[in-house]
């Protein structure tokens, strides 16, 4: 059985409600804001952005249907995003 791909996902980062996990803001397909807390240690930081890996469940054209990590405010563990919010993973040499 092969492994679902795993991609980069950007958004918006914020402190979490602890000193050990983030917030990660972002927009789904249908333009709404998704938030999911993270690990510190799951987030590569990008100045006021950050990237959390995520794994790609479904895609239908430019529509991606991602598994998240960590808790999601007001929905479950999936968000459907647009193929240009993702970055493949570096591949180890």
């Known amino acids: 059985m092969s492994q679902l791909p795993r991609y980069y ?3 918006k980062l914020f402190p979490g409600m602890f ?3 983030r917030a990660l803001m972002f927009e789904d397909s249908q333009g709404r804001t998704v938030s999911v807390l993270v690990g510190e240690r799951a ?3 990008l100045g006021d952005d950050g990237l959390i890996e995520v794994t790609l469940v479904d895609e239908r ?3 991606k249907l991602v598994s998240l990590p960590g808790e999601v405010f007001g929905s479950g563990r999936m968000a459907t995003v647009r193929a240009e919010q993702l970055q ?3 591949q180890p040499a």
Request: charged share 20%; proline share 27%.
């Open 61 to 63: 054209g430019d529509f």
């Open 19 to 21: 000193p050990s996990e």
């Open 9 to 11: 996902l950007r958004g």
């Open 88 to 90: 493949p993973l570096p």
């Open 43 to 45: 987030v590569t930081p």
